[in-house]
């Protein structure tokens, strides 16, 4: 997934960057592995602790008043702050609960994936099973799918001025 993302930024001129709680960086570290990176990865926040996803991010104190860390308004907030601290054209945020443990009622598995493009910004919602890495991991996988997804739907021209953004779920 993360070779097909390299792959269709760089041919659009596009640039990502992440902000991420739950996965602490491995988003981001999975778009480096790939060679290519460089040219699209303009970097990442990483704001495992609530505070600083206000402090880095951006995300506004009310909506972390309002509805926590683990929320989709968090989520959206949180790729817009990417995109705009890192300069990029996309950007894609993850926050949820990897567990063991539930998180302030939210349930182990819980995934909130916000989605920063040049057409606005959206999110999705999904859950999520297996142990913590499992999870982790699983949480990478969506965000790169809908990042490919969304960037491929803009490039075939299936975007058309945030019309129809977003593209419809993979999950």
Not at 32 to 53: D, H, N
Not at 142 to 168: I, K, M
Request: hydrophobic fraction near 45%; proline fraction near 6%.
């Amino acid at each position: 997934m993360a070779v097909d993302v390299i792959r269709t930024l760089s041919r659009l001129g596009q640039t990502v960057a992440t902000c991420e709680s739950l996965t602490a960086g491995l988003c981001a570290a999975t778009l480096a592995g790939v060679p290519g990176a460089s040219k699209v990865l303009r970097g990442g926040l990483i704001t495992y602790a609530t505070e600083l996803k206000r402090d880095l991010a951006g995300v506004d104190p009310d909506v972390l008043a309002a509805v926590g860390p683990v929320a989709a308004a968090t989520a959206r907030e949180m790729a817009d702050g990417a995109a705009r601290r890192c300069g990029a054209t996309w950007a894609l945020a993850l926050t949820g609960v990897a567990g063991p443990d539930p998180q302030d009622g939210h349930p182990v598995g819980e995934l909130f994936v916000g989605v920063h493009g040049p057409h606005g910004t959206y999110h999705r919602h999904v859950m999520l099973s297996g142990t913590r890495q499992e999870i982790r991991e699983a949480a990478v996988a969506v965000a790169l799918a809908e990042l490919r997804h969304s960037a491929e739907n803009l490039d075939a021209g299936s975007l058309d001025a945030g019309t129809n953004f977003p593209p419809e779920p993979l999950v």
